[in-house]
């Protein structure tokens, strides 16, 4: 057994008896909340949809959180159950498994933990653990950290542990340390933020004879530093990311990235003008997985952010520079302005209720030359429009424009696709508890599938009852329609979710991370509780 073995089943035993002495204690004191979690879905046969179940035609995938206080001290763990995983999750997670468990102090100064936990430095770009549970990923740190503040002067923490890949934690190590000075504060500028920040960053993991013959090495060192400055709604955030050297394809590339942030928010007004550029960021936790939540690092979603069904169609996943782009593109450069208005009540446009409008505008490009800024093929723009407006006590609009174009090879050729997309969200409330919505959709485009069509209408008798019906039809193409139905109930903290669909191939995203599914048809039952 090695060290780091050791180590593992010594921080598991301890956190163990921790949160079991914890456990018996809540008689007397002290409090338990928790929560559960199951999505099912059963599978069958569409022919249109060109989808045959293969193995299981059942998916489950369960989570059951417990977390216990009692004054500074905490306490928790999660059990996870895959019988198996729903379709498009990784396939590693087919098993039930104590994944999480952790014991926390914590005062007003200093902070200790145990066990397995999240954190992330700075914007994430240099080392993020997170859990998502619509992407399937879970990359939570088995060790221990430690984090201390002076009066919001001074906040520094440091870490340690072994990341967890599926339901597994990895042999590779990470360690790494995050200071931050708050120098408005030491000062005594109470109207002003001025911060800098800097972060520290090993990743150890054992590399064969041959990588290290190819200029590898089991150590990668990264570090970023940050600056912020806010007053008077005015803003600037900068942070420079040296990723380190990594091997990729057996050839040795330094990773690094520059963002910047400036912009003002005040008086109804907001804008946010951003700046990017990525190269050779892939961080992988270990470099034998193809997994797509071996991950330990986070790009920042730097695009309008939809919920609409063909505005989602082709989401833009960011170029980190890795293995499967390593021939044709070392990452991306690019921005976005995002700016938002709220014409106050009373005024000429505003009217009786005020009426918000939002655009964005968002541009990525491959780097034309490597270790440089200049741009290269365009990978994805878009430019959205969108205005909320309530015109009634029981009536609200939501009007949006789209134009998407997206690069279909990722960078490779120049060939890009253009979409433009229009919704119209209304929402009208006939009683204090009935309520129905309405979506209407349209994508109209030259190239992929063609145009496309959809509509939702959903049902709601508050505070128990949804009812709704949704249909996406490809009719310039294919002919297919993508339709889904369901009802969903809700009392105090737990609600309950059937439904019937078939459901197109594509990609599901949360900020800038990606998971691709596949194309289904079935039945889905859903599950969530809190206590």
């Not at 193995?55 to 216990?68: E, H, P």
Request: charged residues 20%.
């Amino acid at each position: 057994m090695t060290t780091e073995d050791k180590m593992k089943k010594a921080i598991l035993l301890i956190s163990s008896l921790v949160l079991l002495s914890g456990s018996l204690a809540a008689q007397e004191k002290g409090y338990l909340t928790g929560s559960f979690e199951t999505n099912d879905h059963f599978y069958v046969e569409d022919l249109e949809n060109k989808f045959k179940p293969t193995g299981d035609k059942f998916g489950s995938n369960n989570y059951l959180k417990v977390d216990y206080y009692k004054g500074n001290f905490s306490a928790g763990l999660q059990l996870e159950s895959y019988l198996p995983t729903m379709l498009g999750y990784p396939t590693e997670l087919d098993k039930t498994a104590l994944s999480n468990i952790y014991v926390n102090w914590k005062d007003e100064n200093f902070q200790i933990t145990a066990g397995t936990f999240y954190d992330q430095f700075g914007s994430g770009l240099l080392f993020r653990s997170w859990e998502d549970r619509l992407l399937g990923l879970n990359n939570a740190l088995m060790g221990a950290r430690f984090a201390y503040n002076w009066e919001d002067k001074i906040a520094f923490k440091a870490l340690w542990g072994t990341p967890r890949l599926g339901m597994e934690f990895s042999d590779t190590q990470v360690r790494g340390a995050d200071l931050s000075v708050s120098l408005a504060n030491i000062i005594g500028l109470d109207d002003i933020v001025l911060s800098v920040e800097g972060s520290v960053l090993n990743r150890y993991e054992k590399i064969s004879d041959v990588a290290v013959e190819a200029g590898g090495s089991p150590h990668t060192y990264g570090w970023s530093g940050r600056v912020n400055f806010d007053m008077n709604g005015f803003f600037v955030k900068g942070e420079y990311v040296d990723g380190g050297k990594k091997l990729i394809n057996m050839t040795p590339k330094r990773g690094n990235a520059q963002l910047v942030e400036l912009g003002y928010n005040g008086r109804g007004l907001g804008v946010t003008l951003t700046g990017r550029r990525l190269e050779w960021m892939g961080s992988k936790i270990s470099n034998a997985s193809s997994s797509s939540s071996n991950i330990i690092s986070y790009v920042p979603a730097m695009s309008t952010q939809y919920t609409y069904m063909l505005t989602t169609l082709h989401p833009y996943n960011p170029q980190v520079g890795d293995d499967s782009s390593f021939a044709y593109n070392s990452g991306e450069i690019g921005g976005q302005l995002d700016a938002f208005y709220n014409f106050r009540r009373g005024t000429a446009i505003g009217g009786k209720r005020g009426m918000k409008v939002h655009a964005n505008f968002s541009t990525y490009y491959t780097l034309a030359q490597k270790g440089t800024a200049q741009a290269g093929n365009l990978l994805f723009r878009d430019f959205s429009f969108d205005v909320e407006k309530q015109w009634t006590k029981q009536f609200k609009m939501v009007l949006l424009y789209s134009m998407q174009e997206y690069n279909p090879g990722y960078g490779q050729y120049k060939t890009t696709w253009l979409s433009n997309i229009f919704v119209a969200d209304l929402l009208y409330k006939w009683t204090s508890t009935f309520s129905t919505r309405l979506e209407l959709q349209y994508l109209t485009t030259y190239e992929d599938q063609k145009d496309w069509m959809a509509a939702l209408l959903e049902v709601n008798f508050a505070p128990h009852w949804s009812i709704w019906g949704s249909d996406m039809y490809n009719h310039g193409s294919s002919k297919v329609h993508y339709y889904n139905a369901g009802v969903s109930y809700a009392k105090g903290r737990t609600r309950l979710a059937l439904g019937y669909g078939r459901y197109k191939k594509g990609y599901i995203c949360s900020g800038g991370v990606c998971r691709q599914i596949p194309a289904y048809t079935g039945a889905n039952f859903t599950i969530t509780t809190s206590f």
